[in-house]
């Protein structure tokens, strides 16, 4: 797209489209995303939110038995579980908006891909092992992606002729997935299915442009989307809270550096299952919660030594963020910056693997499980162990609060850096660490991407660590102070460009997944 004289909106948008044909498993035209770009020339930053919303039928109880309890997998499997998606009617916004090129000419590639298939990778296949009761049991997942129930090898060819006709369709008028033959589809089948989603809610779906949430760390400023995504927030709030501590002069993983990074983590984590929600419904104290002095506050907290349990730290007490106020497994991600340095970073995802594991019939389109998102009873943990309250409760039309952390640095407003990353609740820690080992280790790209990470969601109490990642020494010393250590195999599949300072641009793919960086 770049070559062909197209911007980084064309890019992005065409390189969406094309993940959900061959990553159908992490992200799609069946799910929703958050995009944050940077425009060059005008310097703005711009944050758009198409993620899923609740159908308007949805209840606060619709995944409670009769008892109020929570009904085992059913806000993650099947009709359900589905939120309105947003994909589509995002990229057509932002394309109709900043696109350079012909929307049919950045739906073509993915058209193309769809119609003459591609050799699946393992990622793809160990997705499919991974889920494949639901595929094998609705009758249009099994037809695609299962040759007579037996799931593809890698390097065999996956063709997908019902999504191809449904690209066909968006790339001839993109409204066709909201009121035309594919809306009319997609009702249908969550008719026959008990699903919640009607023509009206695709009808009334909307894509909707919000004020990114910005902050300062050194000499950068830092942006990131805002709620219904928790993302930007509690990465500008770990920021925050790690001032100007210098991380460099303690050592890079050194267990100091170490304990506060994971204390820091479980108060953002704290307060995320509390305060933060869909802001058209619940009142969001963003401003507070970014605030450098509310992060100084709770960094007296933080003992040096010591971890604190999870169960005595307690989000933000209400009286301070109020007098701070000042107002009223999947997932994927890509990184664009095109000639003029205009920047794109894009999250989207279907939740979990394959979504809710079913096809809507006749469109190949695999339909995301974004409900469980959602606090679907209170403090009981999602499927990535989060726990929410009131401020995610399901309501008809709320968007489910996200971790998707899209983020932009820019300095003297000319972008430093882009970067992102799948992994639902690790997004954060993620990109907090990238942006850490970019801006205060002075790592390049790629090592900044490939370097061992750790999280901490305060809830549950467990630090992860990835497996090798760190040394026995500081494992030992970790566990000390207290922490209680998860060693997993590594998770996420970052990718990022930083702007050197001679102006060339730097890239890297996370060695954990598939992506590439490419530039001409
Ligand atoms: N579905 C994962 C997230 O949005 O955080």
Partial sequence: MLKQGGNAIDAAVATTVAISVVEPFSAGIGGGGFLLMHRAKQKEMRALDFRERAPLKATRGMYLDAQGKVRPGASVDGHLAVGTPGTIAGLYEAHRQYGKLPWKTVIAPAIRLAERGFPVSHRFVESTRSRQEMLLKNPDARAIFTRNGQFYQPGQVLVQRDLAKTLSAIAQDPNSFYRGKVAAAIAQDMQANNGLITLEDLKQYRPIWRDPVCGNFRQVRVCSMPPPSSGGVH????????????????????????????????????????????????????????????????????????????????????????????????TSHLTVVDRDRNAVSLT????????????????????????????????????????????????????????????????????????????????????????????????????????????????????????????????????????????????????????????????????RGEGVAAGF
Avoid at 419 to 446: C, E, F, H, K, W
Avoid at 464 to 476: A, K, Q, S
Wanted: proline content about 7%; aromatic content about 4%.
């Fill in 348 to 511: 989207f995802t279907v939740n979990l693997g394959f979504g809710a594991g079913v096809v809507a019939k006749g469109t190949g389109i695999v339909l995301n499980n974004e409900m469980d998102d959602f606090a679907i009873a209170p403090n009981t943990p999602n499927a990535f162990g989060l726990v929410g309250d009131r401020a995610n409760a399901i309501e008809p039309r709320k968007t489910p609060l996200s971790s998707m952390t899209p983020t932009i640095v820019t300095q003297n407003d000319q972008v430093k850096m882009a970067v992102g990353a799948p992994g639902g609740s690790t997004i954060i820690t993620t990109v907090l660490q990238i942006i850490l080992n970019v801006l205060v280790y002075d790592m390049n790209v790629r090592k900044a991407v490939a370097s061992p990470r750790i999280h901490h969601q305060w809830q549950p109490e467990l630090l992860m660590v990835e497996r090798f990642g760190l040394d026995p020494l500081t494992i030992n010393n970790l566990k000390q102070r207290g922490h209680q250590i998860n060693e997993r195999d590594g998770w996420g599949n970052a990718n990022a460009i930083v702007v050197l300072p001679d102006g060339s641009l730097e890239g890297a793919a996370d060695p």
């Fill in 235 to 330: 990465l500008l709030q770990i920021l925050n809270l790690i001032g100007d501590t210098d991380l460099k002069s303690i050592g890079w993983h050194s267990p100091d550096a170490l304990h506060l990074l994971i204390e820091s983590m479980k108060i953002a984590y704290a307060d995320r299952a509390t305060y933060l929600g869909d802001p058209d419904f619940v009142k969001v104290p963003v401003r507070s919660l970014i605030s450098p002095e509310y992060a100084k506050i709770r960094r007296q907290g933080i003992n040096p030594r010591k971890a604190t349990p999870s169960a005595q730290i307690k989000p933000g007490d209400p009286a301070l963020i109020q007098r701070l106020s000042r107002e009223s497994t999947e």
